[in-house]
């Protein structure tokens, strides 16, 4: 899959497509559903398969650390794109300039110059340009004259319940891992490369694969028993810890995994952390020895957990 950051960077061999365009945090079961949308047009007529996304999301623009927290980073997403077939992905900076264009100049640098879409996948809420003035109807009579088609993408519920970003968040909070899984179709797995941390976990006996988070606000906090791929040929059973290590006064988030029964280097080497059950909450403790003990609890809990689960 091609990953193309900015209008700026396209070239004429990008023109001519079948195109959407959003958020697609945590590609859910609706956005997988618009996904399918997308690649079955773009196979009939012969055409590249192209999401376009904003960095950072628009919410997270206007609210910066009052937005939503984020299910999915743009590499978790980008390779969840990729796996649905997805051929490129145009990522465009959300900023003031980008705000200030018009819809006619939005349509017509975007979809129009840039390109070339043959077939375009948008739901009939989409608002776009100055003033969030653009609107389906727009984009329908401009495809008109450019000649493009606009395709409405379609609810997805699930037991009767609209799938979104949201109500994933939602249950992200409370820790319902389930609900979370159905509404993905998928478990939930955090990716990143694994750096060098601060060798605390080492020095308490208990080394951990450090992943930065980046931004501010991570979708999951507290400990979690989890399985870690990507090392060996089956996953490894670890217990980790997301958030700000209050005991240590952390500022940015991240996440820290100790793996059972694995002893080998993983620094440098990109991993997946499967989040399989919530154990607790990120608490301060007065001091290292509380941290170190507790910390091994939390091993025992998250191997009474596998242990149950093979049953």
């Given amino acids: 899959m091609e990953f193309i950051r900015g209008l700026y960077n396209l070239k004429p061999e990008h023109r001519g ?115 969030r003035m653009g609107n389906y109807g727009l984009l329908q009579s401009e495809g008109l004259i450019h000649g493009f088609d606009v395709e409405n993408t379609q609810t997805c519920e699930l037991d009767g319940e609209r799938v979104s970003s949201t109500r994933i968040r939602n249950a992200l909070e409370v820790h319902d891992l389930a609900a979370v899984r159905r509404f993905i179709g998928r478990p939930f797995i955090v990716t990143g490369k694994v750096a060098y941390g601060q060798q605390l976990g080492r020095k308490l006996g208990v080394p951990t694969a450090n992943i930065r988070l980046q931004k501010p606000r991570p979708a999951l906090q507290g400990v979690y028993a989890t399985l870690v791929h990507g090392l060996l040929d089956k996953p490894i059973a670890s217990v980790a810890n997301i958030g700000y290590r209050p005991t240590l006064v952390g500022v940015q988030p991240q996440l820290e995994v100790h793996l059972f029964d694995f002893s080998d280097d993983f620094y440098g080497k990109t991993i997946s952390v499967e989040i399989c059950q919530f154990i607790r909450s990120e608490k301060k403790f007065e001091g290292l020895t509380q941290l170190q003990t507790q910390i091994k609890l939390d091993m025992q809990t998250a191997k009474d957990f596998f242990a149950v689960a093979s049953q």
Wanted: include cysteine; aromatic fraction near 8%.
């Fill in 17 to 131: 497509c079948v195109a959407t365009i959003g958020n697609f945090d945590g590609v859910h079961l609706g956005h997988q559903r618009v996904l399918r949308q997308v690649k079955l047009k773009a196979l009939m007529q012969g055409l590249p398969a192209v999401v376009v996304l904003f960095e950072p999301q628009p919410l997270e623009y206007f609210a910066k650390d009052q937005a939503p927290r984020r299910i999915t980073r743009l590499r978790e997403k980008l390779l969840l794109l990729e796996q649905h077939g997805i051929d490129r992905v145009l990522c465009l900076r959300f900023d003031a300039k980008l705000l200030s264009l018009s819809p006619h100049d939005f349509i017509q640098q975007l979809l129009v110059s840039g390109l070339a879409v043959s077939h375009f996948v948008v739901g009939d809420d989409f608002r776009f340009g100055k003033g």
